[in-house]
């Protein structure tokens, strides 16, 4: 099997695109190694975000499509939020649609004349105006895509921004095969400045599999462990809204813009509530045999007389996190509602609730009135969240284009920098301590998912600095290998190191088998070299007051132990990129 990456170039100012080979999985994996690669030949890290040239990046890895949970795609971009090097990550049917069409990676590079609808496969690649798209929410537009391209549903893809991102909000989403996203750091931002609407992506080729009962035997066992052993049992049961009640019980929960860590309400937006009066199916990205993805049933009444519309919304713990307990939202339906706003608009579910939490104690501490917020902003009044969430993804007045740009930003402009909970950017669902916050406000993607800080929060007791920074940097590394294949975290004990090796070996890739250990570190210095190269600097990452004022079940928060662990963080990736 080749290991010669194939990639398509688009230029959207010129209308070309052009099929190409690039480098080899034994040099860059793929994934984030791919996308991280291919920036660096592509972009320019010490440009603007918006400059036209900065590519999007969309790369998968070299065990996409052959094996169980190699299911996402990973973009490679830079933000709109913070000016850096970035990922995001998505699932969806997207990475097969790639895989069928027969590219690993799609760079796309130039800005639209007018709105585009991108079309490719492996035969045909068409860039069609879409200015009637233009407005349309996500939902809308998928709806109309789907129209223009029949057929090949199985191994079609449809990758779309809202609002939001047509008009630069930093944290604006790409909605993908309508419950899946690239969220986080703004990435439909990025595809809004391209002027680039949709991407529709159809599998219209076979790709030949391994043949050797070795191969047979391997994806039997990772099936059979996936759908059969208590490994993955959590993720299609209560998915990972099981987090709530727990993360609750231990004060960790962040209710009303993390004035609270915990509070009786959390039984009526748990994983456990939902699946009892709200779950409506579950299903899967296209690959995974799990099917983590739970889609809730909001029913609301439109009429005098008992008329009903039903909507389906996907819900998952950082969403009803952003939606619920920061909003200080406790019914279950109107976490949905939100969520299905932000959905259509196009907005990063998390960093919006975060926003207008931030946003309501502006508001009753009296640094922000009805002038700026359009109306009175209440913790537990959804009708007055909804009307807001239109008006971030719309930039109606000053007010909310500043919070477009990130509830930092806001702050310098209006007050509240000492309540605002951002990580890097708008935290996630997580007050577990010291070691968490230290790994998203310093993580390469400001991630829960960078390196698990809340997992040795919850279940180590000691506060070594020694300790808690070398469980962070070895877990990069793990997850940065794993999103170079690209896996989905969730399956990251499924797919030990030597696993990974053995999966290469059978799909003809020796020799980056052989060096997997050595190429993820390879990865994770690429990735942060990017990352340093556009401005990211370790000693100015700033961790609001706020992070400082909590108690957990552990305790108050150690001031002394997260400043140090901070710097000793600061300094090893320092020594990654230096190296």
């Not at 049961?237 to 860590?261: C, I, K, M, S, Y």
């Not at 079940?553 to 901070?566: E, N």
């Given at each position: 099997?080749?290991?010669?990456?194939?990639?398509?170039?688009?230029?959207?100012?010129?209308?070309?695109?052009?099929?190409?080979?690039?480098?080899?999985?034994?040099?860059?994996?793929?994934?984030?190694?791919?996308?991280?690669?291919?920036?660096?030949?592509?972009?320019?890290?010490?440009?603007?975000?918006?400059?036209?040239?900065?590519?999007?990046?969309?790369?998968?890895?070299?065990?996409?499509?052959?094996?169980?949970?190699?299911?996402?795609?990973?973009?490679?971009?830079?933000?709109?939020?913070?000016?850096?090097?970035?990922?995001?990550?998505?699932?969806?049917?997207?990475?097969?649609?790639?895989?069928?069409?027969?590219?690993?990676a799609l760079v796309i590079q130039g800005v639209a004349a007018s709105p585009t609808l991108l079309t490719l496969g492996s035969r045909e690649i068409r860039l069609l105006d879409a200015h009637y798209l233009w407005g349309m929410d996500t939902l809308a537009t998928g709806?109309?895509?789907?129209?223009?391209?029949?057929?090949?549903?199985?191994?079609?893809?449809?990758?779309?921004?809202?609002?939001?991102?047509?008009?630069?909000?930093?944290?604006?989403?790409?909605?993908?095969?309508?419950?899946?996203?690239?969220?986080?750091?703004?990435?439909?931002?990025?595809?809004?400045?391209?002027?680039?609407?949709?991407?529709?992506?159809?599998?219209?080729?076979?790709?030949?599999?391994?043949?050797?009962?070795?191969?047979?035997?391997?994806?039997?066992?990772?099936?059979?462990?996936?759908?059969?052993?208590?490994?993955?049992?959590?993720?299609?049961?209560?998915?990972?809204?099981?987090?709530?009640?727990?993360?609750?019980?231990?004060?960790?929960?962040?209710?009303?813009?993390?004035?609270?860590?915990?509070?009786?309400?959390?039984?009526?937006?748990?994983?456990?509530?939902?699946?009892?009066?709200?779950?409506?199916?579950?299903?899967?990205?296209?690959?995974?045999?799990?099917?983590?993805?739970?889609?809730?049933?909001?029913?609301?009444?439109?009429?005098?007389?008992?008329?009903?519309?039903?909507?389906?919304?996907?819900?998952?713990?950082?969403?009803?996190?952003a939606a619920g307990s920061m909003l200080g939202i406790t019914d279950a339906a109107q976490v949905l509602r939100l969520l299905e706003s932000m959905e259509r608009f196009g907005l990063d579910a998390i960093s919006a609730g975060v926003s207008l939490a931030w946003a309501?104690?502006?508001?009753?501490?009296?640094?922000?009135?009805?002038?700026?917020?359009?109306?009175?902003?209440?913790?537990?009044?959804?009708?007055?969240?909804?009307?807001?969430?239109?008006?971030?993804?719309?930039?109606?007045?000053?007010?909310?284009?500043?919070?477009?740009?990130?509830?930092?930003?806001?702050?310098?402009?209006?007050?509240?920098?000492?309540?605002?909970?951002?990580?890097?950017?708008?935290?996630?669902?997580?007050?577990?301590?010291?070691?968490?916050?230290?790994?998203?406000?310093?993580?390469?993607?400001?991630?829960?998912?960078?390196?698990?800080?809340?997992?040795?929060?919850?279940?180590?007791?000691?506060?070594?600095?020694?300790?808690?920074?070398?469980?962070?940097?070895?877990?990069?590394?793990?997850?940065?290998?794993?999103?170079?294949?690209?896996?989905?975290?969730?399956?990251?004990?499924?797919?030990?190191?030597?696993?990974?090796?053995?999966?290469?070996?059978?799909?003809?890739?020796?020799e980056a088998a052989h060096n997997l250990a050595s190429l993820s570190e390879k990865v994770q210095a690429m990735r942060w070299h990017l990352r340093f190269r556009s401005g990211f600097d370790p000693d100015q990452v700033v961790l609001p007051k706020r992070f400082f004022?909590?108690?957990?079940?552990?305790?108050?928060?150690?001031?002394?132990?997260?400043?140090?662990?901070?710097?000793?963080?600061?300094?090893?990736?320092?020594?990654?990129?230096?190296?």
């Open positions: 099997m080749s290991s010669s990456f194939r990639v398509l170039v688009v230029n959207l100012t010129t209308g070309q695109s052009e099929p190409t080979t690039f480098g080899a999985v034994h040099d860059h994996l793929g994934g984030s190694g791919l996308a991280a690669a291919l920036f660096e030949a592509f972009g320019d890290p010490s440009a603007p975000w918006d400059d036209p040239e900065q590519p999007l990046v969309f790369a998968i890895g070299p065990l996409s499509g052959f094996l169980p949970l190699m299911s996402k795609v990973v973009l490679g971009f830079l933000s709109p939020y913070h000016n850096q090097y970035a990922e995001s990550h998505a699932g969806g049917r997207l990475a097969l649609a790639l895989r069928f069409s027969g590219y690993d709806k109309w895509v789907r129209k223009i391209h029949q057929g090949e549903g199985g191994h079609r893809s449809i990758v779309r921004i809202g609002p939001a991102g047509e008009n630069l909000v930093a944290f604006a989403a790409i909605n993908v095969d309508t419950y899946r996203h690239f969220g986080r750091l703004g990435c439909g931002a990025a595809m809004g400045r391209k002027r680039l609407k949709a991407i529709l992506v159809s599998g219209d080729r076979s790709v030949a599999v391994p043949t050797s009962k070795a191969y047979a035997t391997f994806y039997k066992t990772i099936y059979q462990e996936a759908v059969r052993s208590p490994i993955m049992r959590k993720y299609h049961d209560l998915g990972t809204p099981e987090n709530v009640l727990p993360l609750n019980a231990l004060r960790a929960l962040p209710w009303r813009n993390l004035q609270a860590t915990q509070d009786p309400g959390a039984q009526f937006i748990s994983g456990e509530h939902f699946a009892q009066d709200r779950l409506l199916r579950q299903t899967a990205c296209a690959g995974c045999p799990v099917g983590c993805i739970h889609i809730g049933l909001l029913r609301e009444r439109f009429g005098e007389e008992h008329e009903y519309i039903y909507r389906q919304v996907s819900y998952d713990h950082e969403p009803i996190f309501t104690e502006a508001f009753e501490k009296g640094l922000l009135s009805e002038k700026e917020t359009l109306g009175p902003l209440r913790f537990g009044e959804a009708e007055a969240y909804d009307r807001a969430l239109a008006h971030l993804a719309g930039g109606t007045n000053d007010f909310y284009r500043a919070l477009g740009r990130g509830t930092l930003h806001a702050a310098s402009l209006y007050g509240g920098q000492d309540f605002a909970c951002v990580l890097g950017q708008e935290m996630a669902g997580y007050a577990t301590g010291e070691v968490f916050f230290v790994s998203q406000a310093y993580g390469f993607r400001h991630s829960h998912l960078d390196s698990a800080g809340y997992s040795y929060d919850q279940n180590t007791g000691q506060k070594s600095v020694d300790e808690a920074l070398a469980y962070l940097m070895e877990e990069e590394r793990r997850r940065v290998q794993l999103t170079s294949m690209v896996a989905c975290l969730f399956a990251r004990k499924l797919y030990s190191e030597d696993r990974l090796q053995e999966a290469l070996n059978l799909l003809g890739h020796e004022e909590l108690t957990t079940w552990k305790g108050p928060i150690d001031a002394a132990f997260l400043h140090d662990l901070a710097a000793a963080y600061g300094s090893a990736i320092r020594r990654i990129v230096n190296h």
